[in-house]
């Protein structure tokens, strides 16, 4: 059974051309009314709305405040993902849709898959007559903190009742010129752990040291031990990155020595085993560093998001899918990185491929990176972050069922 039914790529393209100025309306909408993780009622109510208005069947306020719809009859084989969230960042862009909410900005452009996700919807519906196959639609809160939106939406049952057989997912990604995308098959992202350490010493003059035990010392110390850990334990084949962001003495001054210090810290890496070792060896090291100058080490480590894994044999399927899409040369190949992504819940579920989508114009000045005051996106990329992915989720489909066949 296909999912299409004389499906064309041009009908596609030919639709989101029709679409393409709603689509930036709602990409606007959203943008200039952003909402922080776990937050995001407004912009669930928002979504909900355009989701009634297209004659999309869906429920709201799964995993907190995540929306799950369906379309299309008969089989569930894919799932289109899209996160919703903002970051806690003033924007400082001049622009008719700037940022309404201070302090909080969509600077990581969920805003543009959101948006996309959309159009996605609107495309497919309008071609649900020709479809013979359901596709799941998933609009996710919460990507940008602990403990992750995607792992409560997989606790409330979205990858469940049926299971999808693959799941899509786009990130924005400005080094990429609009018109383009890029992906990589296997290990693509890092996990991602957050390290927060407290150093508890006792103070005072700091012309007496003798008097004290000095927090601050021991801190460096600590710091520069942990190193070891990626230099000297780590498997040299397995990426691993330790890097420690933020270090405040609790008071202190020039003459005066502190009780505590904290530090803060992100360890990452694409080996669970060898995570969970590491973890262990980032809490002995610190206690036992702090042990050996006479003070107290306290460690925490709050479980963040697993490594991402695009799978081997659907990544590439979906490659040749944007290559008729977009053409060969259009289609980028990827690193890994170290960043990370808690699209990663899903891939350790079912098959899954996360794919960037370029967004920027160096023509335009469209350059800033993601997690910046000053990110904005070229938005021509709209049109292929909503038709590309209504094309694979139609092609992807048709090519699984066209290899049962070929099993059979």
Not at 159 to 165: A, E, F, G, I, Y
Not at 229 to 240: D, G, N, Y
Request: charged share 25%.
């Amino acid at each position: 059974m296909l999912i299409y039914d004389k499906i064309e790529i041009d009908d596609i393209k030919s639709l989101v051309n029709d679409c393409f100025p709603k689509i930036v309306q709602w990409r606007r909408h959203i943008h200039a009314h952003p909402e922080l993780s776990f937050h995001e009622e407004k912009t669930m109510e928002f979504v909900s709305a355009v989701l009634t208005e297209l004659g999309i069947v869906h429920k709201t306020n799964i995993g907190g405040y995540g929306i799950v719809g369906e379309l299309g009859k008969g089989d569930l084989k894919m799932a289109l993902r899209a996160d919703m969230d903002a970051l806690p960042i003033q924007e400082k862009n001049e622009i008719g849709y700037k940022s309404q909410v201070e302090n909080v900005m969509h600077a990581c452009g969920h805003d543009v898959h959101t948006a996309s996700l959309l159009g996605t919807c609107l495309i497919l519906k309008k071609l649900e007559h020709k479809l013979s196959g359901k596709i799941r639609l998933i609009f996710q809160p919460a990507e940008e903190k602990l403990p992750g939106g995607a792992s409560l939406m997989i606790k409330d049952g979205v990858l469940t009742n049926p299971v999808p057989q693959f799941i899509l997912g786009q990130h924005v990604h400005p080094p990429l010129e609009a018109g383009k995308v890029g992906l990589k098959a296997g290990m693509y992202m890092a996990s991602a752990d957050e390290i927060y350490i407290k150093v508890l010493g006792k103070g005072g003059h700091g012309a007496l040291p003798q008097d004290c035990k000095d927090p601050v010392i021991t801190a460096a110390n600590i710091l520069m031990d942990l190193q070891q850990i990626v230099s000297r334990h780590a498997p040299p084949t397995v990426p691993t990155v330790l890097s420690f962001g933020k270090i405040n003495t609790m008071g202190g001054a020039t003459n005066v020595i502190p009780d505590e210090v904290r530090i803060e810290g992100t360890f990452r890496t694409m080996d669970e085993v060898w995570r969970d070792k590491a973890l262990n060896l980032i809490k002995n090291i610190a206690c036992a560093t702090a042990e050996a100058h006479g003070l107290i080490c306290e460690v925490d480590i709050p479980k963040g998001y697993p490594y991402l894994e695009n799978d081997t044999d659907f990544t590439p399927q979906v490659k040749r899918h944007m290559q008729e899409y977009l053409g060969e040369n259009n289609v980028v190949d990827l690193p890994i990185r170290m960043t990370a992504e808690d699209f990663s819940y899903y891939t350790h579920h079912v098959p899954a491929c996360f794919y960037r989508l370029g967004t920027g114009n160096k023509e335009k000045g469209i350059i800033s990176p993601v997690h910046t005051a000053t990110f904005d996106i070229d938005e021509e990329a709209l049109k292929v972050g909503s038709g590309l992915m209504a094309w694979l989720a139609i092609s992807n489909y048709n090519s699984s069922d066209q290899d049962n066949q070929k099993d059979q």
